[in-house]
């Protein structure tokens, strides 16, 4: 395997576990809190918003590169 | 802490990650599409590692927090396995997911995910609203 691949299988490694981390801390594993956002009728829960804001503004971030 | 700062930091955190994926392989940090290409056997050692990192991120939250992160699931199994069927088969027919078409997608302002979000959104907002109604 060359030192490349081996990189980019260790990034991939790398990026899912963060992602799986942003998961767990932000909520939105619970399908509860995935509903209570999902529920504007009802008992909202809008604190799922800020984790799709954020993660637009890194994305914007890398564009810019 | 408080809950919209752990959104925030989360939300940071799948952000990153979907950079990281995007500058280190030139890959959309796509869940549905890498889950699907791993089942049907054409997937490279990429994806598996981004799902084996996947599924390792709670294990680490534990590791760090002490407790597993929070899931609850009030949903009967008949249910949950035709809301399941239902979700497999429109992220395919949508070409992507809430990470895929939601996190890549939206920040690069393609216009088809900036339908299929809108759509997604719309659909399940209106879904929870009906089953509140009916139950």
Redesign the interface.
Known sequence: MSNLSAWRIFAALVSGLVFGLGLSLSGMLDPARVRGFLDIAGAWDPSLAFVLGERWRWRRWVISL | MN??L????????????????????G?V?G?SGIAGRLLQGRQS???A??????????I??RALSGSW???????STPLLVVAGLLVGFGSRMGSGCT?GH???G???LSPRSIAAVVTF?AT??L???LM?ALT
Do not use: D
């Open positions: 809950g919209y752990l959104s925030l930091s989360g939300g940071m955190l799948i952000g990153l990650s979907a950079a990281i994926l995007m500058v280190a392989n890959r940090a869940i050692g990429v994806g590692a981004f799902v084996i990192g996947l599924l390792l991120g709670p680490v939250y992160p929070a899931v609850t699931i009030e949903t990470s939601g996190v890549v939206l920040a690069r959104l399940a907002v879904t929870v609203w509140g």
